[in-house]
Every structure is written in structure tokens, then in C-alpha cells.
């Protein structure tokens, strides 16, 4: 195994796709020559050339467009905006085409694509680069919504959902992209989308989190189990949609108590549909009322107020142990 971070894990996703299927295709702004923003593409119009790599004007809506006229060709696109927030350029050919084809037609087409979307603040970047919006998408009937969290699961979970036969919107953590190295096997895997996992047991309480508020979540994991001696379970959903109810609802049931976690803004956030599914799975197991760990009802804020605006592991600590007091 290698050790790398996820922008060099999602680079060999993108990597193993192009070389072992020649539908896929990878298009974008700036995608090709200067091999993407943050560098997901670096090597690949080198490799696979300008048919198979492609940079496209600054047009999102022309972007998600071209690539929907792609898969109903036969090819597999994987089209990527440089910020989720420049997404709203393109929320008609998204909702409108991508999610409704397969119903549309009956099933006589599917829409097998990846939208891949740069995420989340912690990087202090100007207006519409920080927004976390994954609940619009997940809203959404006829798409997928997946967001990984560390190296190796994004790799996997980029070259499923490639692989996919109906439309993914893949949203990477930008905070993590360089924050951390993990092992990456050489040879391709892939994890099941709709499937999350447990990555730490416990028995007092259950965190559930995503993306980049996996790390936060886990150190605050940390310190519960050792300032306190408190027994832990952490979730990471992987994916937002569908959600894995069944390992949400059965970990609860155990631990009696939950905390939701997540950096969006609260109101109809993902952390809210968390929760309605533990109440109508798991009500009679719990212990506490179940508490949200979230960004708040306002836009991102500037520079100066984004550590504030994001969750970190004092915010969930402590409401970890308000659950548990209760």
C-alpha cells in the first residue's frame, strides 16, 4: 500500500476508470491543460488525451448539459465543477435532466454519470467557494449523493459511483484534501454506495458525521474516551442519499443515545432526516433526545468567522455530554 492523501486518491480513481473502461470520459473547466483547480486531474490529458479529457468554456450549465448528451450516447462522463457553489448554474440541468431521465423514459435511458464537487469551508476561500448545500441534491429523486472522508474511501467510492448506472453527485471534502495521508491500495477497490460504516464500536453513545466532520468528530470521540472513560460509536455515512438507515437505527438501539453531525446550515439539513429516521427506528431505545452539531442558519461567513461558523470537536464534545447527562 501507498500512503497518499485524497487528491492523489481520487486522482487514481479517475485514473483506474479511464484505463480499464474506454466510455468514461472527464470533462471541465480547466480539467485538462491545467489539470483541475486543486489538481484532482493532474497527468490525465497526458495519458488519455484530449477526447477523453476534455476542458470546456466556464459554463456549468453547458458542463452538466454536454454530459448529459454524453450518456445518452453511451459514455460515461464524470464532469466536475471546480466549487459546489458555482452548482446553482447548472441546478436546471441537474434537476431537470440528470435525476429524471431513467423515470422519464421508463427506464429506456439511464443518466450513468458522476458530478464531482469541491465542498465545505476550512479553507478560507472567498464567497460561494465554503457552501456545504448537499441536502438540495439530496432532496432530489433520481440522484445519488455520496461524500467521502478519508483517502481510501474516496477512491472507492469515486470508482463506484463511476461505475454506477444512474447520476452520482459526488461532493470532496476541500478541507481534507492535503490535511491527511492514509494507506491506498494499489489494486482498484470500491465500496457499495447507500452503505455507511461504523469506524469506531461503542456502546454509551453514537456520533454520526460525514466528510470533512469526520475529523472533528473522531478527536472529539478521543476526548470523550479519555477525559470521561465514555464508550463511543462513530458512523460516517458516506453516503447522504440513500442513507443507511438499518446501521444508523441498529447502532442507536445499542447506545440508546445520539449527536448528529454535520457543517451545513441546520434548518432541513441532512442531520434532520438522522434524526426523524432514529425516532421512527429507534425512539423506544433512547435514553436522551437526540442533539444536531451543525453550521447555522446563515450564509458562510468571511475569513475571520469561519472556525466559528464549523463545528469542531469542543462543539460536539460538549454535546455529547450534555446527551449523556441527560
Same mark, same amino acid.
Request: glycine fraction near 8%.
Given at each position: 500500500?501507498?500512503?497518499? +492523501?485524497? $487528491?492523489?486518491?481520487? +486522482?487514481?480513481?479517475?485514473?483506474?476508470?479511464?484505463?480499464?473502461?474506454?466510455?468514461?470520459?472527464?470533462?471541465?473547466?480547466?480539467? =485538462?491543460?491545467?489539470?483541475?483547480?486543486?489538481?484532482?486531474?493532474?497527468?490525465?490529458?497526458?495519458?488519455?488525451?484530449?477526447?477523453?479529457? !476534455?476542458?470546456?468554456?466556464?459554463?456549468? #450549465?453547458?458542463?452538466? =448539459?454536454?454530459?448529459?448528451?454524453?450518456?445518452?450516447? =453511451?459514455?460515461? %462522463?464524470?464532469?466536475?465543477?471546480?466549487?459546489?457553489?458555482?452548482?446553482?448554474?447548472?441546478?436546471?440541468?441537474?434537476? /431537470?435532466?440528470?435525476?429524471?431521465?431513467? +423515470?422519464?423514459? /421508463?427506464?429506456?435511458?439511464?443518466?450513468?454519470?458522476?458530478?464531482?464537487? %469541491?465542498?465545505? =469551508?476550512?479553507?478560507? #476561500?472567498?464567497?460561494?467557494?465554503?457552501?456545504?448545500?448537499?441536502?438540495?441534491?439530496?432532496?432530489? @429523486?433520481?440522484?445519488?449523493?455520496?461524500?467521502?472522508?478519508?483517502?481510501?474511501?474516496?477512491?472507492?467510492?469515486?470508482? *463506484?459511483?463511476?461505475?454506477?448506472?444512474?447520476?452520482?453527485?459526488?461532493?470532496? %471534502?476541500?478541507?481534507?484534501?492535503?490535511?491527511?495521508?492514509?494507506?491506498?491500495?494499489?489494486? @482498484?477497490?470500491?465500496?457499495?454506495?447507500?452503505?455507511? /460504516?461504523? $469506524?469506531?464500536?461503542?456502546?454509551? !453513545?453514537?456520533?454520526?458525521?460525514?466528510?470533512?466532520?469526520?475529523?472533528?468528530?473522531?478527536?472529539? #470521540?478521543?476526548?470523550?474516551?479519555?477525559?470521561?472513560? $465514555?464508550?463511543?460509536?462513530?458512523?460516517?455515512?458516506?453516503?447522504?442519499? %440513500?442513507?443507511?438507515?438499518?446501521?444508523?437505527?441498529?447502532?442507536? #438501539?445499542?447506545?440508546?443515545?445520539?449527536?448528529?453531525?454535520?457543517?451545513?446550515?441546520?434548518?432541513?439539513?441532512?442531520?434532520?432526516? $438522522?434524526?426523524?429516521?432514529?425516532? *421512527?427506528?429507534?425512539?423506544?431505545?433512547? *435514553?436522551?433526545?437526540?442533539?444536531?452539531?451543525?453550521?447555522?442558519?446563515? /450564509?458562510?461567513?468571511?475569513?475571520?468567522?469561519?472556525?466559528?461558523?464549523? @463545528?469542531?470537536?469542543?462543539? !460536539?464534545?460538549?454535546?455529547?455530554?450534555?446527551?449523556?447527562?441527560?
Amino acid at each position: 500500500m501507498a500512503s497518499m +492523501n485524497m $487528491v492523489t486518491a481520487l +486522482n487514481m480513481a479517475l485514473d483506474d476508470a479511464l484505463r480499464t473502461d474506454e466510455a468514461v470520459v472527464v470533462l471541465g473547466q480547466d480539467v =485538462g491543460q491545467d489539470e483541475g483547480v486543486f489538481r484532482v486531474t493532474a497527468d490525465l490529458l497526458k495519458r488519455y488525451g484530449e477526447k477523453r479529457v !476534455i476542458d470546456t468554456p466556464l459554463a456549468e #450549465a453547458a458542463i452538466v =448539459g454536454g454530459a448529459v448528451g454524453l450518456a445518452l450516447y =453511451g459514455l460515461k %462522463p464524470v464532469a466536475e465543477m471546480q466549487f459546489s457553489g458555482f452548482s446553482y448554474q447548472a441546478f436546471h440541468q441537474i434537476e /431537470q435532466h440528470v435525476a429524471r431521465f431513467r +423515470n422519464r423514459t /421508463q427506464s429506456r435511458f439511464s443518466m450513468p454519470m458522476v458530478i464531482r464537487m %469541491p465542498y465545505g =469551508g476550512g479553507i478560507r #476561500a472567498l464567497e460561494h467557494h465554503s457552501e456545504s448545500r448537499e441536502a438540495y441534491f439530496a432532496h432530489t @429523486p433520481g440522484l445519488q449523493m455520496v461524500i467521502p472522508s478519508t483517502p481510501r474511501n474516496a477512491r472507492a467510492l469515486l470508482l *463506484e459511483s463511476i461505475r454506477h448506472p444512474d447520476p452520482v453527485i459526488f461532493f470532496e %471534502p476541500k478541507a481534507t484534501y492535503r490535511a491527511f495521508k492514509e494507506e491506498v491500495p494499489e489494486e @482498484p477497490e470500491t465500496m457499495p454506495l447507500g452503505k455507511a /460504516q461504523v $469506524v469506531r464500536e461503542g456502546s454509551n !453513545i453514537t456520533l454520526i458525521a460525514y466528510g470533512a466532520m469526520m475529523r472533528p468528530t473522531l478527536e472529539a #470521540a478521543d476526548d470523550l474516551s479519555e477525559s470521561a472513560g $465514555v464508550s463511543v460509536e462513530v458512523i460516517d455515512l458516506l453516503t447522504v442519499s %440513500p442513507l443507511d438507515t438499518e446501521t444508523i437505527t441498529n447502532s442507536v #438501539a445499542k447506545t440508546g443515545r445520539a449527536v448528529v453531525v454535520h457543517e451545513g446550515p441546520r434548518t432541513c439539513g441532512i442531520g434532520a432526516e $438522522v434524526v426523524a429516521r432514529i425516532v *421512527e427506528k429507534s425512539l423506544l431505545y433512547l *435514553e436522551a433526545p437526540v442533539r444536531r452539531v451543525t453550521g447555522f442558519d446563515v /450564509q458562510f461567513p468571511y475569513f475571520a468567522r469561519e472556525r466559528a461558523f464549523l @463545528p469542531g470537536a469542543d462543539r !460536539i464534545s460538549q454535546a455529547a455530554r450534555e446527551v449523556l447527562a441527560f
